[in-house]
């Protein structure tokens, strides 16, 4: 049965409870805000303290570059995507096509929940950073060996159209400027992920990398229908 319950509000009593919890509320609701204007900031320092301080190898920021300098050096692009191109300096590079908003790519990808430490794909199996997705066949065994069943998983090249609207952001930005036959780590933080929602095993508010190669860009009639994701 569907109560109405009227409230004295002349009752000095009921008054003052009610505001007691209306000021809560607000404080909660302030609270929240303010951690999550916190986050990603304090993701962003962290990252750039990561990139600059104990990546493999260390890394400065682009404008930081001295001229003439092969050092290896990182980009920023969207809100909070960092990207480090390996083979930045491969005097062939120019020629490779390049990503373009109007390009579809292949790209083969290992996908982790970024812990602000080296994610190790070298050496012994028994250190290496387990991604939470890839469709990288060389890890197919290595993660069946960990207990995963990976049957649903897709291990060939995954398609992106750069027109598609539901691509990660921080992935399209990302790979805006790459090029094929490109080796490419990108570390973003969560807002440009998944945002404050939990996805699959992935923890809300993750920061995220993706460690890809750029297998195959070819460019996209502008009149062409969209490919689907996949």
């Known amino acids: 049965v569907n ?37 990603q900031p304090a993701q962003k320092e962290k990252i750039v303290s990561f990139l600059t301080g104990t990546h493999a190898p260390r890394l400065v920021a682009e404008e930081n570059l001295e001229e003439g300098s092969n050092q290896p050096y990182y980009t920023v692009s969207g809100d ?13 590079r120019v020629n490779w096509p390049e990503v373009t908003p109007a390009s ?13 430490a080296n994610i190790v794909t070298t050496g012994s199996e028994n250190n290496w950073t387990v991604p939470y997705y890839t469709n990288d066949a060389a890890l197919k065994s290595f993660l069946e060996g960990r207990g995963l069943n990976t049957e649903w998983w897709k291990f060939e090249p995954l398609t992106v159209d750069m027109r598609h609207p539901d691509i990660i952001k921080g ?10 036959g490109d080796a490419v780590e990108v570390y973003m933080t969560y807002n440009m992920a998944y ?36």
């Not at 992935?171 to 094929?180: I, P, Q, T, Y």
């Not at 992935?202 to 460690?211: K, L, R």
């Open 195 to 230: 945002g404050d929602d939990y996805f699959g095993l992935i923890p809300n508010e993750s920061p995220i990398a993706w460690f890809f190669t750029v297998d195959a860009v070819d460019p996209v009639d502008a009149d062409a229908p969209v490919e689907p994701a996949n």
């Open 104 to 116: 579809t790519v292949k790209i083969t990808f290992r996908a982790y929940v970024f812990t602000y």
């Open 3 to 39: 109560r109405i319950v009227f409230v004295n509000l002349h009752d000095n009593t009921t008054m003052k409870r009610l505001l007691i919890i209306c000021l809560s509320a607000a404080l909660v609701s302030l609270a929240g805000c303010s951690d999550d204007e916190d986050i």
């Open 80 to 92: 909070a995507v960092y990207r480090y191109i390996t083979d930045i300096y491969n005097p062939d």
């Open 171 to 180: 992935l399209a930005d990302a790979l805006l400027g790459c090029r094929e």
